[in-house]
């Protein structure tokens, strides 16, 4: 039941994708109150199919790839529904809708919604060290967005005659301040999320622990470069782009391979 509210939330999502490549194939990129009400949509929709699935497996709905992919688009696209506001940056859910689509697409026609190993009371620490993470996640992955969104409107400005998108993107100090924030945040809930996992009932895995470490290595030392002035805008702009292209290939493999790495 619970996988038709995913499809329809999938439709709205592609919905929000197709009108952005519409107004760009046009010349006529610009914000659009179709994009954010289709992208609403899918967010409720989403909601409501994690909570479905939730009550059936009785805790968290993170227990396979599958669910961890769909968790991942959600807390993007929640990520995308406070930051667009406060920011003011309309045009970032013409970026973000196809990211969701493409994690929301990638779980329901891959075979990954396997059933997992029945397992006892939910241990709280467990759940909050994986949700707090792959929001982390999320957050991160709005931070790749807006690193996207730098690099494009900083072409433009190099353009003899900047293109339509020059027009509606935000200014680049703009990008560069949600950016800088958005990576703040996300590695600091990264950090209470890895945090929360040490008072953990059972055993994590190795690889598990490994892989989530590398991630957080990763963007610390982004962070760090960036603060001390080694690394511009831009270069933050393509760090961030590639951390989050390591954080997407470790993070199903994490789920996917834990029978190996149990100990």
Same mark, same amino acid.
């Given at each position: 039941?619970?996988?038709?509210?995913? +499809?329809? *939330? =999938?439709?709205?999502?592609?919905?929000?994708?197709?009108?952005?490549?519409?107004?760009?194939?046009?010349?006529?990129?610009?914000?659009?109150?179709?994009?954010?009400?289709?992208?609403?949509?899918? /967010?409720?929709? $989403? =909601? @409501?199919?994690?909570?479905? %699935?939730?009550?059936?497996?009785?805790? !968290?709905?993170? @227990?396979?790839?599958?669910?961890?992919?769909?968790?991942? *688009?959600?807390?993007?696209?929640?990520?995308?529904?406070?930051?667009? =506001?406060?920011?003011?940056?309309?045009?970032?859910?013409?970026?973000?809708?196809?990211?969701?689509?493409?994690?929301?697409?990638?779980?329901?026609?891959?075979?990954?919604?396997?059933?997992?190993?029945?397992?006892?009371?939910?241990?709280?620490?467990?759940?909050?060290?994986?949700?707090? *993470?792959?929001? +982390?996640?999320?957050?991160?992955?709005? +931070?790749?967005?807006?690193?996207?969104?730098?690099?494009? $409107?900083?072409?433009?400005?190099?353009?003899?005659?900047?293109?339509?998108?020059?027009?509606?993107?935000?200014?680049?100090? @703009?990008?560069?301040?949600?950016?800088? %924030?958005?990576?703040?945040?996300?590695?600091?809930?990264?950090?209470?999320?890895?945090?929360?996992? /040490?008072?953990?009932?059972?055993?994590?895995?190795?690889?598990?622990?490994?892989?989530?470490?590398?991630?957080?290595?990763?963007?610390?030392?982004?962070?760090?470069?960036?603060? %001390?002035?080694?690394?511009?805008?831009?270069?933050?702009?393509?760090? !961030?782009?590639?951390?989050?292209?390591?954080?997407?290939?470790?993070?199903?493999?994490?789920? +996917?391979?834990?029978?190996?790495?149990?100990?």
């Amino acid at each position: 039941m619970e996988r038709y509210f995913l +499809a329809v *939330s =999938t439709l709205c999502y592609l919905l929000a994708s197709g009108y952005s490549l519409v107004l760009s194939g046009a010349g006529k990129f610009r914000a659009s109150r179709f994009i954010l009400g289709a992208m609403l949509a899918g /967010f409720v929709l $989403q =909601t @409501t199919f994690l909570y479905l %699935r939730g009550q059936a497996v009785g805790r !968290c709905p993170i @227990t396979n790839s599958f669910e961890v992919l769909v968790f991942l *688009s959600w807390s993007i696209a929640l990520s995308y529904l406070v930051v667009g =506001t406060a920011y003011r940056i309309s045009l970032l859910g013409a970026f973000t809708a196809p990211l969701v689509l493409a994690l929301q697409l990638a779980a329901s026609v891959l075979p990954l919604d396997r059933p997992s190993a029945p397992r006892g009371v939910p241990d709280a620490w467990l759940e909050l060290h994986a949700a707090t *993470s792959l929001m +982390a996640y999320g957050v991160l992955g709005l +931070a790749c967005v807006a690193g996207v969104m730098y690099l494009v $409107q900083e072409k433009q400005l190099k353009m003899r005659v900047p293109g339509s998108l020059f027009h509606v993107l935000p200014p680049l100090t @703009t990008l560069t301040e949600a950016m800088r %924030r958005l990576l703040w945040f996300g590695t600091g809930l990264l950090t209470a999320g890895i945090l929360a996992g /040490f008072p953990v009932g059972v055993p994590v895995g190795r690889w598990k622990a490994g892989a989530s470490v590398v991630v957080w290595i990763v963007y610390a030392g982004v962070l760090a470069l960036w603060r %001390r002035r080694y690394l511009g805008p831009r270069g933050a702009a393509i760090a !961030c782009s590639a951390a989050f292209a390591l954080a997407l290939v470790t993070l199903p493999a994490m789920y +996917a391979l834990k029978g190996y790495f149990a100990h």
